[in-house]
């Protein structure tokens, strides 16, 4: 079964730009969390999807947002694009009912901004 | 979700078995304990989970305490390619709203040694 899928692998963008990056959650599952990873803050958790909707978001600016498809898969935005914005940017799927509820993460999406 | 205190690195010989520590004297009777590894700008790949017996499957075995308050996550044959950070974690099992996020630690770096 494939695994989950992000796209671009890589990005570059300058200050003051927009980025949108995609996620494809593994066949069958339903939630979409996202998360960023910067060597000073760790892993961060910035929102999670399951039927479209929001269910659940860190503590992150208006700046970044997303949304999902009806097909579970999903996108987030930033907007304004800022230099610590500079991360790797990390989904995670997982089917959302379970319990306790895995999810497996994508290879990530390295996001330089200059 | 409980704190957990991992030692911050590890070397291992490859073709032994690693061994790695987790406390998490704090955890409640409906939390599981996942172990997590991150190899170096690649996303998190699960390994394996508990709630109070022993687990393994082919990647890893999980052995927690009788009392729960510390685990250990043990690879049998430690390759190189088993080189990264390996992260305990804690999450509730009715998993809802904010309890869904997962909170990582610094976590073990392990070094498979040649």
């Known amino acids: 079964k494939a695994g989950v899928t992000q796209t671009p692998r890589y990005l570059i963008k300058t200050r003051g730009q927009q980025v949108t990056l995609s996620c494809s959650p593994i066949?069958?599952?339903?939630?979409v969390s996202w998360y960023q990873q910067t060597p000073g803050q760790g892993l961060q958790f910035l929102f999670e999807?399951?039927?479209?909707?929001?269910?659940n978001k860190g503590n992150f600016p208006g700046r970044f947002s997303g949304r999902q498809f009806s097909n579970s898969r999903s996108e987030m935005n930033v907007s304004t694009l800022e230099l610590g914005d500079s991360a790797l940017y990390l989904c995670?799927?997982?089917?959302?009912?379970?319990?306790?509820?895995?999810?497996?993460f994508g290879p990530g999406t390295r996001l330089t901004v200059l | 979700d409980a704190k957990t205190t991992q030692p911050t690195s590890m070397d291992c010989a490859e073709g032994r078995a690693a061994n790695l520590p987790c406390n998490h004297s704090?955890?409640?009777?409906?939390?599981?304990v996942y172990w997590y590894r991150q190899i170096h700008s690649q996303g998190p790949q699960y390994i394996i989970h508990g709630l109070k017996n022993n687990e393994t499957n082919e990647m890893a075995s999980l052995i927690i305490t009788e009392d729960r308050k510390s685990s250990t996550l043990i690879l049998p044959h430690a390759t190189l390619r088993d080189t990264a950070v390996y992260y305990c974690i804690v999450r509730v099992l009715l998993s809802s709203g904010s309890a869904r996020q997962l909170t990582f630690g610094s976590g073990t770096q392990l070094t498979v040694l040649p």
């Open positions: 995670a799927s997982s089917f959302w009912d379970n319990r306790p509820d895995t999810q497996y």
């Open positions: 999807y399951f039927s479209e909707t929001q269910r």
């Open positions: 704090t955890i409640s009777g409906n939390e599981y």
């Open positions: 066949s069958g599952h339903r939630s």
